[in-house]
């Protein structure tokens, strides 16, 4: 099982069920290794273009490309859990900027 640091952009298949198809979409890793490991989980965000549609604290990713994103793109704050091994690989990592945005929204949300 890989395990992904808290900030990673993976692409995981969707939809999550057993389907003749399936797309590989961007996520957001919100969760820590020791909570990957002890669980065989990730949490997640998704991240989408948004083009047709807008949630109250989207946020808007400022360094998409470093992320391994091919176009502008957002975290919108749809959060789940997914078995490890349905994580598909790896894209990149938010930049330090990205980072205390989504952790700032995290707060701003939940704490």
Known sequence: MTIYEQHS?????????????????PALVLSKPPFQTANGAVILAMITSADRSSWKFDLELADWSAAGLRKKCLVRWKVFT???????????SLSDRDKTAVNECLVTMFI
């Open 9 to 25: 952009v993976v692409d995981v298949p969707f939809p999550f069920i057993d389907a003749p198809e399936k797309k590989r979409r």
């Open 82 to 92: 997914l078995d490890a091994a349905l994580v598909a690989g790896f894209r990149g």
